[in-house]
């Protein structure tokens, strides 16, 4: 399976970029997408913008991402203390 991550362009200096998605940031290639600019939002995979997408739908994946990492919190949470009653 592939994943890619939408991310926002926050500097660019050639085919090369930069890119931040919910604070992580990663130095991509826009080679496969040269007509991006600082501000778009792109999905991201394997290291290179592979399309520019629709900052409402990233913003619903980002807001997935959270409740992944939320749920993920929890579960974690629930070990421990399960694990102190042993």
Do not use: S
């Amino acid at each position: 399976m592939c994943l890619a991550v939408p991310a926002r362009v926050i500097e660019k200096d050639g085919d090369r970029a930069v890119a931040d998605a919910m604070g992580n940031r990663w130095n991509i290639r826009i080679t496969l997408t040269p007509d991006i600019e600082v501000g778009d939002v792109v999905l991201i995979h394997a290291g290179y913008a592979i399309a520019k997408v629709d900052e409402e739908e990233a913003k619903k994946t980002w807001e997935l991402f959270e409740e992944i990492a939320h749920f993920e919190a929890e579960r974690l949470k629930a070990e421990q203390q399960g694990g102190d009653d042993a």
